[in-house]
């Protein structure tokens, strides 16, 4: 029972059970030179018995000597004896841990075979749910709309020339003299929403972009309205914009789930401006870009491998963007801004998807003559006015299947055709209305009301190939 114990005092503690194999080792290896010793003492005892017996006089020294000789004999017996019962045990522990070594080891070999079979069904299971997820949240996107609208309500001072009210989660209702409508969009988000709430809406969309479709989000309104709040944001990590938001969904939703399953991502981001109808990239020191069909040439892309990266490149944008103080805003946008990133992904299986995720930034509209605006403010203010106009007509038209839509009347609308009409984006528009000023407010609700029932047709997994 003890040496039962004491092997189990010694499995506990593996330590001391190494050092005493050790201190066991050491005086199993002076058994030989023991015996040795313990042999030749046998040998000198017989021999000097037989010399005493020879010579019965032998003198008591002799005598003496021959009965410390036979007490070294007798220790010597004892501690031999003792070693070697020690070393029996000591084997027999050895051999009793070396079982359990094995034991454990094929233990271990089990689970490990458990453990890759659950990770195989488990992988299978997210393969799984990834592709349900990517039905189901397409099937969602497509219900809401061919273009989906929702509106981001600032807040604002009543206005008693008109009446401006928030009646559900989804409508708002306008009335001025003898007009009187209500406007239904997917989602209203009332003056006190604050940025995670608009982004939580628009996560869904994003994810499409991660699933191969062309996707973009588009920020309407007048000046003032809060565009560029929504979409770029403020310093600090609640008033972050869709845009610093949008990029770290990406990055997470890559390296976390959709890497279980086998996809790898690679993200690079451009970002240029359309100002005076000529484009400009924000990332190159504002150098005029060229236009081939709708896209741009030669515009700069940065890759995003962290936040860390696309902190820099907006820095780097927004100390390049075209701003102005205008009579409605200190820092008012003076032109377009199309923020993209260009998504290139691989499955473990060989499929791949190319696509794009677009966030614009459009510049407001404003009436020159409350804007006071003169010289090159006027101008701006023209060609903002002009391309806003533009892409209400081609809405217009693609609306009413007129035959021809007016696409090349101005750059922005060149721009945004693919994610407006070619039928290879699933897009979404997010009004933004200052109620204080009743006929931009009135004007953002037609419009975007228009966009709800215009078809751009359904979007398709891009793979790049
Ligand atoms: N929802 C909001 N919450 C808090 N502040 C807001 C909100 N929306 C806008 N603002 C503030 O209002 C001001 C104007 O907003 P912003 O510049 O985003 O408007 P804009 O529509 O982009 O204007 P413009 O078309 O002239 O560029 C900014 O100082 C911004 O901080």
């Known amino acids: 029972m003890n040496g039962v114990k004491n092997m189990q005092d010694n499995f506990r503690n593996?330590?001391?059970?190494?050092?005493?194999?050790?201190q066991l080792t050491k005086k199993t290896a002076?058994?030989?030179?023991?015996?040795?010793?313990?042999?030749?003492?046998?040998?000198?005892?017989?021999?000097?018995?037989?010399?005493?017996?020879?010579?019965?006089?032998?003198?008591?020294?002799?005598v003496s000597n021959a009965k410390t000789d036979h007490e070294t004999v007798s220790k010597l017996t004892v501690e031999l004896e003792r070693v070697r019962s020690e070393l029996e045990r000591t084997t027999e522990m050895n051999m009793a841990q070396k079982e359990e070594i094995k034991r454990q080891n094929k233990k271990i070999l089990e689970l490990s075979t458990k453990l890759q079979k659950l990770?195989?069904?488990?992988?299978?299971?997210?393969?799984?749910?990834?592709?349900?997820?990517?039905k189901l949240n397409d099937e969602v996107v497509d219900l809401h709309g061919q273009i989906r609208v929702v509106i981001r309500v600032r807040d604002f001072k009543k206005d008693p020339s008109f009446n401006f009210q928030i009646t559900s989660q989804n409508e708002v209702k306008f009335q001025q003299n003898n007009f009187s409508n209500v406007f239904a969009f997917e989602n209203v988000f009332q003056p006190g929403a604050n940025q995670p709430e608009v982004f939580d809406d628009i996560k869904e969309l994003i994810l499409c972009a991660l699933h191969g479709k062309n996707?973009?989000?588009?920020?309407?309104?007048?000046?003032?309205?809060?565009?560029?709040?929504?979409?770029r944001g403020e310093s600090g990590d609640e008033k972050k914009g869709v845009i610093p938001r949008a990029?770290?969904?990406?990055?997470?939703?890559?390296?976390?789930?959709?890497?279980?399953?086998g996809w790898t991502y690679n993200f690079d981001a451009s970002f240029i401006e359309v100002y005076n109808e000529e484009v400009f990239d924000l990332l190159d020191d504002k150098k005029k870009l060229e236009m081939k069909q709708t896209t741009t040439v030669g515009s700069k892309k940065i890759p995003i491998n962290d936040m860390a990266d696309v902190t820099d490149l907006?820095?780097?944008?927004?100390?390049?963007?075209s701003v102005a103080t205008t009579a409605c805003n200190q820092n008012s946008s003076r032109s377009h801004a199309i923020f993209q990133i260009n998504i290139d992904g691989v499955h473990k299986s060989g499929e791949t998807v190319k696509c794009c995720l677009n966030l614009v930034d459009l510049a407001g509209s404003e009436r020159a003559k409350e804007s006071g605006a003169q010289g090159k403010?006027?101008?701006?203010?023209?060609?903002?006015?002009?391309?806003l106009s533009t892409?209400?007509?081609?809405?217009?038209?693609?609306?009413?299947?007129?035959?021809?839509?007016?696409?090349?009347?101005?750059?922005l609308t060149i721009l945004l055709r693919d994610y407006l009409g070619a039928g290879s984006s699933k897009t979404m528009f997010i009004a933004h209305v200052n109620p204080s000023d009743a006929s931009e407010t009135k004007r953002t609700l037609e419009f975007t009301a228009d966009l709800r029932s215009t078809n751009i047709g359904k979007a398709t997994v891009q793979t790049g190939q």
Not at 247 to 261: D, G, T
């Open 30 to 62: 002076v058994i030989p030179s023991l015996e040795h010793q313990l042999h030749a003492l046998k040998h000198r005892e017989k021999v000097f018995r037989r010399q005493s017996a020879i010579f019965q006089s032998a003198s008591s020294l002799d």
């Open 391 to 411: 892409l209400k007509k081609c809405i217009r038209a693609q609306k009413t299947k007129m035959p021809h839509v007016p696409w090349r009347e101005s750059k």
């Open 377 to 387: 403010q006027f101008t701006e203010l023209t060609k903002i006015n002009q391309s």
């Open 119 to 134: 990770v195989a069904i488990f992988q299978e299971e997210m393969q799984k749910k990834d592709e349900l997820i990517r």
């Open 247 to 261: 990029i770290q969904f990406l990055l997470e939703q890559s390296m976390k789930e959709l890497a279980v399953i």
């Open 314 to 321: 907006l820095e780097l944008a927004d100390s390049q963007r």
């Open 14 to 22: 593996p330590n001391d059970l190494v050092s005493q194999i050790e």
């Open 215 to 231: 996707v973009s989000l588009i920020a309407y309104g007048p000046t003032s309205s809060g565009k560029t709040y929504t979409m």
